[in-house]
């Protein structure tokens, strides 16, 4: 069964740093494109960063100098590493595998909550 | 970037009902569609990809439908494990897009 598990969300300062990560089982993650979506309190779904299996990065605007995301293919992690944390970004963060080459999300993990207030 | 416009944001009907929802993209995306459902409290889950393709295991009173920059979902015979939050997305071009969502009631 394809399952991906996210891990690392807390509760935090304005300004703190908090790294995120995404395992997977039923499939090797390495093999894949990884995004992270986030969704804020009652909000929709925002994509905030995608890697692909080579390592390749990119990011949405609104994280874009802050969020550094990564992996480890030999372990099947993926990190997002957040640095300089906002109140706006508070939101529960989905990790999401990226089928093939079409782009579509096709396996989301249950999310990890991340709450930044002073 | 891509906008999706998604409607409506909120519908209530009756256990049976038929519902449709709608989503416009800002270009074409050429079908790259997918329709997803968000139950209270869960990640979301892929019901329809390709615009019209139906997930293993949903329901076939899921269905969706379109082409260009316009596409329909529609559950045929409302059921009460149906309320949730549907949202449409884009991957035709990346960035990824997603629509507003809509809220189903019963």
């Known amino acids: 069964e394809v399952q991906l598990v996210e891990s690392g969300g807390d509760f935090v300062q304005p300004g703190a740093s908090l790294r995120l990560s995404c395992t997977a089982s039923?499939?090797?993650?390495?093999?894949?494109?990884v995004y992270w979506i986030r969704q804020a309190p009652g909000e929709g779904l925002e994509w905030v960063s995608g890697?692909?299996?080579?390592?390749?990065?990119s990011y949405g605007d609104s994280v874009k100098g802050r969020f550094i995301v990564s992996r480890e293919n030999a372990i099947n992690f993926v990190y997002l590493q957040m640095n300089s944390l906002r109140d706006g970004d508070t939101a529960v963060y989905y990790c999401?595998?990226?089928?093939?080459?079409?782009?579509?999300?096709?396996?989301w993990g249950q999310g990890t909550l991340v709450t930044v207030s002073s | 970037d891509i906008q999706m416009t998604q409607s409506p944001s909120f519908l209530s009907a009756s256990v049976g009902d038929r519902v449709t929802i709608t989503c416009q993209a800002s270009?074409?995306?050429?079908?790259?569609l997918s329709w997803l459902q968000q139950r209270p409290g869960r990640a979301p889950k892929v019901l329809i990809y390709?615009?019209?393709r139906l997930e293993v295991g949903v329901p076939p009173r899921f269905s969706g439908g379109g082409s260009g920059t316009l596409y329909s979902f529609t559950i045929s015979g409302l059921q009460p494990e149906d309320i949730a939050t549907y949202y449409c997305?884009?991957?035709?071009?990346?960035?990824?897009?997603f629509g507003g969502g809509t809220r189903v009631d019963i």
């Open positions: 999401v595998r990226v089928w093939g080459a079409t782009g579509l999300s096709d396996y």
């Open positions: 039923g499939f090797t993650l390495g093999n894949y494109d």
């Open positions: 890697i692909t299996p080579a390592g390749d990065t």
């Open positions: 270009q074409d995306i050429d079908g790259s």
């Open positions: 390709d615009a019209s």
């Open positions: 997305q884009q991957y035709q071009i990346f960035p990824p897009a």
